[in-house]
């Protein structure tokens, strides 16, 4: 019961997109049948030029088309003569403008139509499709690719009865719709019948982008003010600025907060206690000379005092 969903559809809207974008209501069919014929057109007339994925676009009546090659030069040719020979062509098969556009695939190895249509190619030349298979997976492991399973059935070896032959390297998550996988399917023609050509080719997993949540700041509510009004407090404001400017407040100092005596370098702070001592004992008296302060007695006052004291001894 597995393996019936197409890996590209089943991816469809989460890592995929569509390889037709445009919408209509009643002209569906036909724009469905153009596109049939634009794709056959490009892969008939570009079969050499390694052609993978043809995307279409519509807008109003103009046809957009996107091709990717593996080799732009042939598509484009000389001086991009080609192109425009292949515009004249589709604008002529469906009656439409048509804009070309030309996209270069950079690894082919890792593009799932192109390793099946090169698997095709050699089984097609005979060549032993054993060998071709495991050349392919190594090329495509080779390439940078996690995974890789290739499909061969029909009369494989120019046998009388079909067969069906599978070869896979590495994993490939058919079930995980996060898994990048690329498939591709052609068919080879040989003389003894057709050889149907199948190739998934795993890439890796396409996780989604973390998504920031942004908070939003609810604006603050201004309330809105006359005109009149608001000249009116402007006019008042600028004349309180210009008198403060004018007049410029004198510095308040209190002198109930004693100012600290500033330290001179180099000396140390006096503790709190000695600095009471120092206030309560008052400064000392300067020293004077005694000889300078008591001046010297008279001579005669002294012989005098003498004489007093010589009579009353008599007595």
């Avoid at 604006?219 to 309180?240: K, N």
């Amino acid at each position: 019961m597995g393996r019936k969903v197409h890996p590209l559809s089943f991816r469809l809207g989460g890592i995929r997109d569509w390889q037709a974008r445009w919408y209509a209501d009643k002209h569906y069919a036909d724009f469905l049948h153009e596109d049939f014929k634009l794709r056959r057109a490009i892969q008939s007339r570009y079969a050499e030029a390694g052609v993978s994925l043809v995307e279409i676009e519509r807008q109003a009546n103009e046809v957009s088309i996107t091709i990717h090659t593996a080799r732009p030069g042939i598509v484009i040719g000389r001086g991009g003569q080609r192109v425009d020979e292949s515009r004249l062509y589709l604008e002529q098969l469906i009656g439409k403008r048509v804009r070309l556009n030309i996209r270069e695939i950079q690894q082919p190895e890792l593009d799932a139509y192109l390793v099946a249509r090169a698997l095709a190619d050699q089984i097609e030349r005979r060549i032993a499709y054993r060998r071709a298979m495991k050349q392919a997976m190594f090329r495509t492991m080779q390439a940078g690719a996690k995974g890789v399973k290739i499909n061969c059935a029909g009369r494989l070896g120019g046998v009388e009865i079909a067969r069906r032959q599978m070869m896979h390297q590495g994993q490939v998550p058919l079930h995980t719709l996060r898994a990048d996988i690329d498939y591709g399917f052609t068919e080879a023609h040989t003389t003894l019948g057709r050889i149907g050509v199948k190739v998934w080719i795993y890439k890796g997993d396409i996780l989604p982008e973390a998504k920031e949540i942004e908070i939003e700041e609810m604006p603050s509510e201004v309330a809105e003010i006359p005109a009149e009004v608001a000249s009116d407090t402007m006019g008042a404001e600028l004349s309180t600025a210009t008198e403060l400017v004018e007049k410029p407040t004198e510095p308040v100092v209190d002198t109930s907060v004693e100012v600290a005596p500033t330290m001179k370098t180099g000396e140390k702070p006096t503790k709190p206690a000695a600095r009471r001592r120092a206030k309560a004992i008052p400064p000392p008296e300067p020293k004077v000379d005694e000889a300078e302060e008591t001046p010297a007695k008279p001579v005669a006052d002294v012989s005098a005092e003498a004489e007093l004291s010589t009579e009353q001894g008599e007595k």
